[in-house]
Each structure stands twice: as structure tokens, then as C-alpha cells.
């Protein structure tokens, strides 16, 4: 399942990323890599812990903790700290087909974060660059996603995954994994689903009975299946 989250920055908040982002030092993206993404990763990032990664994850993780479809679709646990890259034409940068690692410690804390869902915001709007689509594939297929700055897309961290070659201009971006209360997809993505059809059924039909029943049997599916 993959869920686009429309504006969880603002413009205001793109512009100021987008500012940070040029005047900081960028490091090779290998240094978060495993084994096997080492090898198809070839792209730059902000080096993690610094003041300006941590000031935008901090303003990332404020936008994602108000954005209810991100609620919704993530069920969040725990969150890594957001990372920011950047793939440039010059270079070709790209990265590879690869799965991203199943645990990720968290800098500093030792706190370990099951990646069950990826997570794409883009900081870039695609008339800057060609190339650089992300291509998804899950259950139902391949996706290819570039999206406008300041959108973001969700997707299960099984999947495999790569970034296209830039061929003009740059692309910027942060990301990040999150682990779910619900860490088994198919759950997740009927939650999901439920949640949904309630608030469209409450939307049109707010006095059906069936919104109470609804609610309460999404609540009691999370009691059965959440780990808190
Ligand atoms: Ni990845």
C-alpha cells in the first residue's frame, strides 16, 4: 500500500529546508547504508546529528505529529530522526535496487526502530530535475512516484526499492522509517481502509448508526492488534 500525503510542509517550511540545505556540508550517502545498498547507493546526504539535520527532522517530526492521514496510515511507534539527501545530475547519482534495513538504531539513544514503513517528502519540485522518480514495487506492482515539494508518499519497508538516475538539475529530499503500532502490512492497510470509509460515511451520512458501530469495531481492532 502506498499512501501520498499532500502538503505535510508548507511552502514557507519547503523554502526554509530548501535554504538550510545550501549552505550545509554534504557527506557521501554510504554512511547509513548496509551491506548490500552500499553497493547501488550514490548519492549525498546531511550528516546525521549535525544542527541543521537536526533543526528540519525536528520541524519534519512537528508536521508528521499534525497530519492525520499520516496517523492514520502509519500508526506511528516510534520514528527515526528524518535524514535529507540529495541526488545531482552532475555525477549521475542514483540508488539501486535495494530493501532497507530491517532495524535502525537511533543516533545517540541506542533506541532500535523496526522500518516497517519508508517514508519520501519531497523538497524539490519536479520542474527542477529530470530523472530521479522513485520506483516502488509491492504486491501490486511497480509504482513510479515524483511528487510536488512538500508532498511525501508512504510505503512498506518489505519493498523493494530505487531511486532513477538524475539526469538534469538536483533532487532533494528527506527520509526517514517509522515502526508501526500495527507492524504486519496487510492489518495495517485495513486499518487504514476502515478508517477511511468511517470519516467519508461520517462526512456524508453523520446521523447513520453505523459511524458508532464503525468506530467502535476500528477501536477494538486496535486494542486486539497494537503494540504499544
Ligand atoms: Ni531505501
Known sequence: MLVRIPNVLTAEQVRHCRDVMARAAWVDGRVTAGHQSTQVKRNLQLPEG??????????????????????????????????????????????????????????????????????????????????GELVVEDTYGTHSVKLPAGD????????????????????????????????DVTRRGMMFDLDMSIIRLNADH?????????????????RQWAET
Do not use: C, Q
Not at 535496487?97 to 532495524?103: C, L
Not at 519493498?159 to 538534469?168: D, F
Open 50 to 131: 549535525t544542527p541543521e539535520a537536526r533543526e528540519l527532522g525536528d520541524m519534519v517530526l512537528t508536521a508528521l505529529n499534525r497530519n492525520p492521514l499520516f496517523m492514520s496510515a502509519v500508526l506511528p511507534k516510534k520514528i527515526f530522526p528524518p535524514l535529507f539527501n540529495r541526488y545531482d545530475a552532475e555525477g549521475e547519482m542514483n540508488f539501486g535496487s535495494h530493501v532497507d534495513n530491517a532495524i535502525r538504531t537511533m543516533p545517540g539513544t541506542g533506541v532500535r526502530v523496526r522500518t516497517d514503513v519508508s517514508s519520501t517528502l519531497f523538497l524539490s519540485s519536479p520542474e527542477e530535475y529530470d530523472g
Open 152 to 183: 511525501m508518499i508512504v510505503y512498506p519497508g518489505t519493498s523493494l526499492h530505487h531511486v532513477t538516475k538524475v539526469t538534469r538539475g538536483s533532487r532533494v529530499a528527506s527520509f526517514f522509517w517509522t515502526e508501526s503500532m500495527i507492524g
Open 206 to 222: 453523520p446521523e447513520h448508526p453505523s459511524v458508532i458501530t464503525l468506530t467502535s469495531l476500528y477501536h477494538n481492532l486496535l
